[in-house]
């Protein structure tokens, strides 16, 4: 039994398919046979060929997009990717150890990161993360994700398991693998890394699969065609269950699943509380896929389209046709075509080398977000442009996220209007129509709510990030992870302070964090006065379901409770009862 971080409820039973990584932990792995060795090398060379090739096409589209500067790191990646010192290193292992390339490629990158190690100085530890990023592409041409995925692996290995549903076992989930996993029949997932608000997580949730992130030494311990078990509720995994163990999930997963399929069947209904106070229920959205998810479970719009994975995912910068290409599509595909656009919220653990690269001690404190949006005003403007002609195909909104400081609204304001100005200027069709609104994230903004609200035109509260900003504890960090409980005092009188400001005001309100997709959480935010919650597609049956069986009233006296209540223990307990007592049935959709 392995113990990680829940990050998507239900229980699964399934076959392991465990996933190589460049940048993983697990042991190297040799070829079965050692005639496999030249097409091996054959599969090397066809790698760094397809890898120097995009590096070829990126270094001029970005100098058109970006300019001479940014162009220069993709012009060092072509150097790197180009050096027979590197790639005969590879060969050499490939020949004489008779070891696959991933894992040739991995042993390489080690010896470079321990030279790298015994030299302090920050040039060559940028150096060092451009011999990871080109190994990575060249990585990932190697470990493309199949069309189908097998059942078991290629030694026959769990092959009286061939009829289980598959579970993804991998180190970790890198953005442009898990937009590749899309239409996969993946029934779990289990990552070694990352935690709630991982790509991971975020995959698993708008699918509605069950996903525990964090545990440590998975991939060592499991092998694909191992039958193995994932309660993403109490963040269990169990690789190899025993008969019992095996006989007692199946049935939990029976249960589960069969709970969802008859909570899908109220996607025609109108979200209303029991006595019925009409709620909007949006989706959150990464790609088209999403776009016709939230169709299906009934969602009436998207609430939070977030832009970064068409740049994490594209092989160099998309220019503005592109864009406007791809949000069109998303418009379109969407429920009522109404859709919420964030601007690009890149940083933190979502890097392109594009746009540069700098060593922080805190990344997510850093340079990030709208900044790094500020620090790029072509590409920040382009995005723009394309928002708002894809703005005529629908009910569209602009997000801009992180917004710290008045000065920066105003700023994003005034680029916004200069850019209409532009477009009627020379002819280009666009949506007259489309708001601009702040996404709440920094305490420092829901501080300054007031001022905020008289020049926006609506607000969208990310609950991820202003957890982690107001306890100063970083979610993905094992060590202080446990700070970052939205069932905390403290969150709820900051939200209780913006919803009185924008209840005030008559400012549209939406929450789009994780806590919208909670039940205990939305229990206590529709007392609060919250009417617009937007969650991973999922969870949308789910919470139209809760709400249909409590009362304005009743979801009042919650929240004034949990406003009294002085711990994170307290509240969690008396939610906790009062879900039980309201719909006992949709306590597995909630974090144990």
């Known amino acids: 039994m392995h113990k990680g971080i829940a990050v998507s409820p239900g229980v699964v039973v399934g076959v392991a398919y465990r996933v190589e990584s460049v940048f993983g932990s697990t042991e190297p792995q040799t070829l079965a046979d050692p005639e496999q060795i030249p097409a091996e090398i054959d599969r090397f060379n066809q790698a760094v060929s397809l890898s120097t090739v995009e590096l070829e096409a990126i270094v001029l589209k970005v100098a058109q997009q970006l300019g001479s500067a940014e162009a220069d790191i993709f012009k060092s990646h072509l150097q790197i990717v180009n050096d027979q010192g590197l790639l005969d290193k590879v060969r050499s292992l490939i020949e004489n150890q008779e070891l696959t390339a991933l894992s040739a490629l991995q042993i390489v990158l080690q010896g470079y990161a321990a030279s790298f190690a015994r030299i302090e100085h920050d040039y060559y530890r940028e150096r060092l993360a451009d011999v990871r990023d080109v190994i990575s592409r060249i990585g990932s041409h190697l470990t493309a994700f199949p069309h189908a995925m097998p059942a078991t692996s290629n030694n026959g290995s769990g092959s009286e398991h061939a009829d289980e549903p598959v579970i993804l076992v991998a180190h970790e989930i890198l953005p442009s693998q898990a937009m590749s996993l899309g239409n996969l029949p993946i029934a779990g997932i289990v990552t070694e890394t990352g935690g709630g608000t991982s790509h991971a997580a975020i995959l698993s949730r708008s699918r509605g699969i069950p996903a525990v992130s964090g545990v440590t030494g998975i991939t060592n311990d499991v092998r694909s065609g191992d039958l193995m078990v994932v309660d ?240 100063a504890a970083d979610r993905d960090n094992p060590k202080v992870a446990h700070l970052c409980e939205p069932l905390s005092p403290a969150i709820f009188k900051v939200l209780q302070m913006v919803l009185d400001a924008c209840q005030r005001t008559g400012t549209p309100v939406t929450l789009c964090g994780e806590m919208a997709g909670q039940p205990r959480s939305v229990l206590a935010l529709f007392g609060m006065g919250l009417r617009r919650f937007s969650m991973s597609p999922a969870f949308v049956p789910t919470i139209k379901a809760l709400l249909s069986s409590v009362t304005t009233a009743q979801a009042e006296r919650f929240a004034h409770q949990v406003l009294q209540l002085k711990t994170s223990e307290e509240i969690r307990g008396y939610l906790t009862a009062r879900l039980h007592e309201v719909s006992s049935a949709l306590e597995v959709f909630d974090s144990a």
């Open 232 to 471: 993403g509720r109490d963040g269990v995994v169990i690789v190899r269950p025993d008969r019992e163990a095996t006989a007692a999930y199946r049935k939990m997963q029976r249960e589960f699943f069969d709970l969802k399929d008859r909570l899908v069947l109220n996607r025609d209904q109108p979200a209303l509380s029991a006595d019925g106070a009409p709620i909007e229920l949006l989706a959150n959205i990464n790609n088209v896929a999403d776009a016709q998810a939230a169709q299906k479970v009934g969602a009436t719009g998207v609430g939070l389209f977030r832009t970064e994975y068409l740049f994490l995912t594209h092989a160099d910068v998309p220019d503005e046709e592109e864009q406007y290409q791809h949000y069109r599509q998303i418009i379109e595909d969407s429920p009522n075509r109404a859709v919420t656009i964030r601007t690009l919220d890149l940083g933190g653990d979502k890097t392109v080398p594009y746009l540069g690269r700098r060593s922080e001690a805190n990344p997510f404190m850093g340079w990030r977000s709208i900044r790094l949006s500020f620090e790029h005003p072509r590409l920040f403007e382009r995005q723009i442009r394309a928002i708002l002609r894809a703005g005529r195909h629908g009910k569209v909104n602009m997000l801009f996220p992180m917004i710290t400081t008045l000065e920066e609204l105003r700023y994003v304001n005034r680029l916004v209007e200069e850019t209409r100005r532009n477009l009627r200027r020379e002819g280009v069709p666009f949506g007259e129509d489309v708001k601009t609104g702040v996404m709440v994230e920094v305490p420092a903004a829901a501080v300054c709510i007031d001022a905020i609200l008289r020049e926006t035109d609506f607000i969208s509260i990310g609950s991820n990030d202003l957890i982690q900003y107001l306890v």
